[in-house]
């Protein structure tokens, strides 16, 4: 069997899928909380994608997913991100840390998932 032909196809996305609890209840976090914005779904079905600069989750209430999942999201500074989270009242599992690969902060959603913002070290400060 010949592989050129699926070596050529060009992947579009990586889409994560996160199970929840309540398809409104997580589509209202991630909007009015966390600033990403309803792409399609969750109004009658049990399943919704929400994106932030282009750049989506799924969200699913039944059995797609697993609880606990985590999930890295880079963006240009995570300084004003952070302070803008903790006046909304997010619970930070980690906050802004600088690591050799990222400064970067946990954040946890109300269905236990974590998603670690991060961008580039800083350089003015000592690695955790």
Known sequence: MSTKGAAAVVVE???????VRSIQASIRYYVDV??????????????????RDDKAIMLCQGDQGQPGTWIWIGVEDIEPL?????????SFRQP?????????????????????????????????
Request: net charge negative; with cysteine.
């Open 82 to 90: 952070y302070e803008h989270y903790r006046v909304m009242g997010v």
């Open 13 to 19: 996305c990586v889409i994560p899928i996160l199970s």
């Open 34 to 51: 966390l600033g990403f914005k309803v792409d399609w779904g969750g109004d009658s079905t049990d399943m919704a994608s929400v994106s």
């Open 96 to 128: 802004p840390t600088n690591r050799p690969w990222a400064y970067e902060m946990q954040v946890e959603d109300p269905d236990g998932h974590v998603l670690r913002f991060g961008s580039e070290p800083r350089t003015d400060r000592p690695f955790a």
